[in-house]
């Protein structure tokens, strides 16, 4: 399974932006995708998942109800829409495939990772 995020970029605090992740070599229906971030000097955070049936979603504290997960299958991809985004967003956003999206300890042991895409949120 290959993985490739792309969309990141400069935004402005407040502002939004959409983070995709390509999967080639596996179809996306079989696949649970978590996307995480890292910022400079921090440990990296699983921020999101989604499941390969009946899309389970998962999202941590610091992303509730401002980001939201979705797949499409035309593209074999998953998405990130991020809305009302603040400065401590900014990190590299990885995606990778997941075993499950249960909760905060499906983000222990990433399976295939992907390259990162940066977001700075600055003004």
């Known amino acids: 399974v290959q993985l490739q995020a792309s969309g990141g970029g400069l935004v402005q605090p407040g502002g939004s932006l959409r983070v995709s992740c390509v999967v080639s070599g596996f179809g996306l229906d079989a696949l649970t995708i978590g996307w995480f971030r890292q910022a400079p000097g921090k440990e990296r955070e699983g921020i999101s998942c989604?499941?390969?049936?009946?899309?389970?979603?998962f999202y941590s504290d610091s992303v509730k109800g401002r980001f939201t997960i979705s797949r499409d299958f035309a593209k074999n991809a998953a998405s990130l829409e991020m809305n009302s985004l603040k400065p401590e967003d900014t990190a590299t956003y990885f995606c990778a495939t997941l075993g499950d999206c249960w909760g905060p300890s499906s983000f222990r042991a990433p399976l295939d990772w992907g390259q990162g895409t940066e977001v700075t949120v600055s003004s």
């Open positions: 989604i499941g390969n049936s009946g899309g389970t979603t």
